[in-house]
T-cell receptor, first 114, second 115 residues
């Protein structure tokens, strides 16, 4: 069974600080990896995804993530956060091929202080 | 840009009552899903649906739950006799068939409150 671990439950940063949110997954086969964001009172939105190819993936709003297969990791990064990045971030994994059941991590609440 | 829509946005019901949550997936999508998020917890997979039948369901999806695609556009989740612990945000998602890249698009969710 696939599983996802997010190491940080709550992160507080000042504006312009750099961000890195950890994510590790467990799955025996080929995976597709995602980061979703949920702004307060809003629904899940896809930040970025990895299916294959370049392990450094760039997403919306200046976010990027790096897939390191040997470490089963897919950490999310942003060089300089803004107050508007305050949200909850979910790492997710799905098996490649056929229909996909997406398994989510527990989420990381990011609070950016102006 | 096409999007998944869900109605209602908030449903309040009494314990033991039946509820139907409605979703309109993106029109050319073939795979449909329901997830739920209990307040303060992670998003959990409930069920996937393809070709008019359930593809996979989690242990949460017991006999009280059912899904249906009653016509070409709607996808519904029915809870027959709601319990307090069914209170959660329910997300519908859909994906298309494009190789193995089944990116799921999520709807805005229905907040279900069981009293």
């Amino acid at each position: 069974a696939q599983s996802v671990s997010q190491h940080n439950h709550h992160v507080i940063l000042s504006e312009a600080a750099s961000l890195e949110l950890g994510c590790n997954y467990s799955y025996g086969g080929t995976v597709n990896l995602f980061w979703y964001v949920q702004y307060p009172g809003q629904h899940l939105q896809l930040l970025l995804k990895y299916f294959s190819g370049d392990p450094l993936v760039k997403g919306i709003k200046g976010f990027e993530a790096e897939f390191i297969k040997s470490k089963f990791s897919f950490n999310l990064r942003k060089p300089s956060v803004q107050w508007s990045d305050t949200a909850e971030y979910f790492c997710a994994v799905a098996n490649s091929g056929g229909y996909q059941k997406v398994t989510f991590g527990t989420g990381t609440k990011l609070q950016v202080i102006p | 840009e096409p999007e998944v829509t869900q109605t209602p946005s908030h449903q309040v019901t009494q314990m033991g009552q039946e509820v139907i949550l409605r979703c309109v997936p993106i029109s050319n999508h073939l795979y449909f899903y329901w997830y739920r998020q209990i307040l303060g917890q992670k998003v959990e997979f409930l069920v996937s649906f393809y070709n008019n039948e359930i593809s996979e369901k989690s242990e949460i999806f017991d006999d009280q739950f059912s899904v249906e695609r009653p016509d070409g556009s709607n996808f519904t989740l029915k809870i027959r006799s709601t319990k307090l612990e069914d209170s959660a945000m329910y997300f519908c998602a859909s994906s298309d068939l494009s190789g193995s890249r089944h990116e799921q698009f999520f709807g805005p969710g229905t907040r279900l409150t069981v009293l």
